[in-house]
């Protein structure tokens, strides 16, 4: 299978658990940065946002949540869709928030149809990544922002070696304990470590497109948030 079909197959496998696992994992530190991207959102971008790569509908409920007036979210992963469509239904936001399938390096929307394009723990799971930041920067509207958050590796003692003995040891045990899917949470250590970080992320942004990218570490650089401009 190629890399989408088996982010895919992951992603709808573990649905059920995610938003669990997420905040269990991560000791509820996601929340926090969440909150840190949507603090990106300027007050002339709350219009119109696309979250890229919703899963369940966090990040696209946070956006709403800070002021955002219409957000639409996709994902390739139905079974997380739904189960983002139920939240989203019980806290009575269907008419702000829009969930649904798609295929983020092959976008329906129109071009310059968003103020804002975001995507959260999702872009280091695109088959092809320029592809992917390509139909972001097209569907953005001239003088939008991208958000983009993404977990990365920390790069000095005593975090760096820390980290990576729990992100490459206890975390694929307890995820897969949990979830019954080990190789979901073995996969994620390795598409972090595979994922190209700082300055070459950010030189990728720019060759999308993207203007004055800059980078933001967060706690000890376990996660990376990325802001550009078109």
Known sequence: MDKKEVVQDIFNDIAPKYDLLNHLLSMNIDKGWRRKAMSCIGEQEKGCLLDVACGT????????????KQVTGIDIS????????????????????ELKTGDCEHMEFATGMFDVVTVAFGVRNFEHLELGLQEMYRVLKTGGKVIILEFSMPEHFPMKQ???FYFCHILPTIGGWISGNKGAYTYLPESVMKFPQGETFLQIMRDCGFQHPVRRKLSFGI????VGEK
């Open 57 to 68: 509908g966090d990040f696209s409920i946070a956006a709403h949540r800070a002021g955002v």
């Open 78 to 97: 139905e079974n997380m869709v739904e189960i983002g469509k139920k939240k989203v239904g019980d806290l009575h936001l269907a008419d702000a928030i």
């Open 162 to 164: 820390l980290y990576r």
């Open 223 to 226: 996660a990376s948030l990325y």
